[in-house]
Nanobody, 130 residues
Framework: QVQLVESGGGWVRAGGSLRLSCVVS????????MGWFRQAPGKEREFVAA?????????????TSYSAFVKGLFPTSVDDGKNTYLQMDNLKPEDTAVYYC??????????????????WGQGTQVTVSS
């Protein structure tokens, strides 16, 4: 059983930066990807970024996927313990949302889809003021 705990959210002014962390515990052997999603009040949960590795990308492969709105500003990474990070720079008010990390043990689904992920963290609030 995998557990995920996000941290690093908070309040920032427009143009500021935050680095979100997601600590993974439990059995990680069967994980193939770690992703980030966000959900604003009244909105659907949307994909932000993800990293897949191993069988998720081919033999010994690793790759990242980003939503179109990220435009290279929110790089994500995964360390040796499968903990994942999301660096958010030049934040805007429209980035305000609860940010969730997610772990995937599935293959054959796009990493941009919520369906690909089995386990979700509790979320961390990001608030960007004007």
């Amino acid at each position: 059983q995998v557990q995920l705990v996000e941290s690093g959210g908070g309040w920032v002014r427009a143009g500021g930066s935050l680095r979100l962390s997601c600590v993974v515990s439990g059995r990680t052997l069967g994980l193939y990807a770690m992703g980030w999603f966000r959900q604003a009040p009244g909105k659907e949960r949307e994909f932000v970024a993800a990293t897949g590795w191993g069988a998720a990308t081919g033999w010994s492969g690793i790759g990242t996927s980003y939503s179109a709105f990220v435009k290279g500003l929110f790089p994500t990474s995964v360390d040796d313990g499968k903990n994942t990070y999301l660096q958010m720079d030049n934040l805007k008010p429209e980035d305000t949302a609860v940010y969730y990390c997610a772990a995937s043990s599935k293959l054959g689904y796009p990493l941009t889809s919520r369906i690909s992920y089995d386990t979700w963290g509790q979320g961390t609030q990001v608030t960007v003021s004007s």
